[in-house]
């Protein structure tokens, strides 16, 4: 621990053993944390015995709170920023308050740790060497629309968090923005006992949402595949793979399982595959 410093502090999206020893030694040790919501936030500090003053900071409170806090780490003391859930500032409150305490030369320690974005990346099934966070989507439909035409020709993977009053009518705008054969990825519920990924086409993911009502509770990561490129743009690991599987396939049958297995379009690769001959 070090005086005068600020600390981002993760912490569990749902299941609490995902919490690390450091950051329950942080949360022990320093003056003052800084919760999205002190009510919330307490529940998880007295689960772990931790007993340090807190105060709320929020989307309303940030700049006020904020020229607090840094008067507080300049006199001293030890800070640390936690939000409801997962990593601060990661859609939620903080980025004030970072960039306030390094322009006032405040050291600031981030501590790696949960992440609903990266959690639900990692096994989604989707391409992970490129991939876009984009947060929550607009509310409003026309803004909405216009970020997801963005995704249109963007190769790589796209990932949302949105709310449960909105995941239906995001994944049918995602249909008529980006068409029925863009392939979708929900997850829900992350670490928690009902965890839930449905991989499926948008129709497929509507399906799944309107089956139930509780299928639209809970807290969503909503994960986009990217188009795929043109058949001049063809990853050359799929080449090489497609090269491989040739010799002992027929070319259609290869191209089949090179675009399954890279998500691209299988005529794209098939004349790939002819130009290879």
Same mark, same amino acid.
């Given at each position: ?5 600020? =600390?981002? *502090?993760? &912490?569990?999206?749902? $299941? ?9 030694? *942080?949360?022990?040790? *320093?003056?003052?944390?800084? +919760?999205? #919501?002190? @009510? ?7 689960? /772990?015995?931790? !007993?340090?003053? &807190? ?9 006020? @709170? ?20 997962? &990593? ?6 903080? /980025?004030?308050?970072? @960039? ?6 405040? $050291?600031?320690? +981030? ?18 060497? @490129? ?9 409003? $439909? !026309? ?11 963007? &190769?790589?993977?796209? *990932?949302? =968090? ?53 299928? !639209?509770?809970?807290? /969503? ?26 010799? #002992? ?17 299988? $005529?794209?690769?098939? !004349? ?6």
């Amino acid at each position: 621990m070090t005086a005068a410093t600020l =600390y981002i *502090v993760p &912490t569990p999206i749902g $299941n609490l053993q995902d919490i690390t020893q450091r950051a329950i030694d *942080v949360l022990g040790a *320093v003056d003052w944390i800084a +919760a999205e #919501d002190t @009510r919330h936030s307490q529940k998880l500090l007295q689960h /772990f015995s931790i !007993q340090a003053k &807190t105060l709320s900071l929020h989307d309303h409170n940030e700049e006020k @709170r904020t020229q607090m806090l840094c008067n507080k780490l300049l006199g001293g003391e030890a800070v640390a920023l936690i939000s409801d859930a997962g &990593t601060p500032l990661i859609s939620d409150p903080g /980025f004030v308050l970072v @960039r306030a305490c390094r322009a006032a030369g405040i $050291n600031v320690v +981030a501590l790696p740790g949960p992440c609903a974005a990266i959690t639900a990346l990692s096994a989604s099934g989707l391409a992970t060497d @490129r991939f876009i966070f984009e947060g929550f989507l607009p509310v409003k $439909n !026309q803004a909405r629309m216009n970020v997801l035409a963005t995704l249109l020709d963007r &190769t790589c993977t796209s *990932v949302f =968090y949105e709310a449960p009053r909105r995941i239906l009518d995001t994944v049918n705008d995602i249909k008529t923005a980006l068409g029925p054969d863009r392939h979708l990825v929900l997850a829900k519920e992350l670490t928690k006992t009902f965890e839930t990924y449905v991989s499926d086409t948008p129709d497929g993911v509507i399906a799944w949402l309107e089956a139930d009502a509780v299928h !639209q509770k809970g807290e /969503f990561v909503l994960m986009v595949a990217g188009a795929p490129p043109a058949s001049d743009e063809l990853p050359s690991e799929a080449i090489a793979l497609l090269k491989r599987l040739k010799q #002992d396939l027929p070319l259609k049958k290869a191209a089949a399982i090179v675009a399954d297995h890279y998500q691209l379009k299988k $005529n794209a690769l098939y !004349q790939a595959g002819l130009a290879l001959e």
